[in-house]
């Protein structure tokens, strides 16, 4: 693989990469040792690629594990992934949209998702019971996952994250070693559900609802910020949401102030 092999299947194919579809395919191969050793793959490992492009990637990973699942959205890229799994076995071809289409059953997840999927990737894996996901993401949606409370990148993203996964920051990731070039760096990133959550959650919906709802008004006293939540899901007027709100515990911080156990703390006060 690489940036010859790359521009000569785009060349072949006819293929303009899709900007919108956030087709920047790596040509940097030597980061596919990397990322199946973060991943500590094994021969009982059933790996999911979504967004394969050329299956460079995939490739690489038959040699490691038990069966590559890739995911390809694009007709014409997925014309020429069969091609390059051609012989493999133990390569599954998806066709279709990642977060739509029925998949196989998998454990981990090692992948360079197109950025238009990166968060809506992130977010359907929360939902799913995987052993790890090990990705490239674009670096400044990694600094909203990894945000510190009160940051400017602090807001109901880093909150979930951080309820549902430890998060382990690896390697940076060169634009340059993407063909196009995109606009920014990425980096490689390890994300691992708890065994044991970090704090504890009665209702997970509501948990999600109201950070969620809250962190659109985060610059707000907490008490002010929840009366709007409390009209809208308890069918309150403004002065029985007011009283209402008044008992939220760290009422007086600003919801960008509020950590995520304190939303923990929260919603399982609400919820009740």
């Keep these: 693989m690489g940036l010859s092999e790359t521009k000569r299947l785009l060349r072949i194919f006819r293929i303009t990469p899709n900007k919108l579809m956030g087709q920047n395919f790596l040509v940097e191969g030597g980061l596919h040792p990397k990322l199946t050793d973060y991943a500590a793959l094994n021969r009982n490992d059933v790996v999911l690629d979504a967004g394969a492009g050329f299956g460079f990637l995939a490739r690489f990973l038959s040699g ?20 390059q799994v051609k012989g493999l076995s133990n390569v599954v071809v998806v066709e279709g949209d990642m977060l739509k289409v029925a998949l196989p059953e998998f454990n981990k997840v090692v992948t360079i998702p ?7 990737l992130v977010l359907w894996l929360l939902e799913r019971n995987v052993d790890c996901a090990v990705l490239i993401l674009q670096k400044e949606f990694v600094n909203r996952l990894v945000a510190n409370v009160a940051s400017e990148d602090y807001g109901w993203l880093a909150v979930i994250a951080n309820y549902r996964l430890r998060i382990d920051v690896l390697d940076e990731v060169p634009k340059t070693m993407f063909y196009p070039q995109p606009e920014v760096n990425s980096v490689i990133v390890r994300l691992t559900p708890w065994r044991i959550a970090p704090f504890c959650v ?25 009366v709007s939540f409390l009209k809208t899901t308890r069918h309150l007027d403004k002065v029985e949401a007011k009283k209402c709100a008044s008992k939220a515990p760290l009422g007086e911080r600003r919801v960008r102030e509020l950590t995520p156990r304190d939303f923990g703390d929260l919603a399982n006060v609400f919820s009740e």
């Design 64 to 83: 490691k594990c038990k069966t590559v699942v890739t995911v390809e959205k694009d007709r014409r890229i997925v014309e020429i992934l069969r091609e």
């Design 114 to 120: 197109p950025y238009y999927l990166s968060s809506h």
């Design 202 to 226: 009665n209702d997970e919906a509501f948990f999600n609802r109201l950070i969620r709802w809250l962190f659109t008004d985060r610059n707000k006293k907490l008490n002010n910020a929840l």
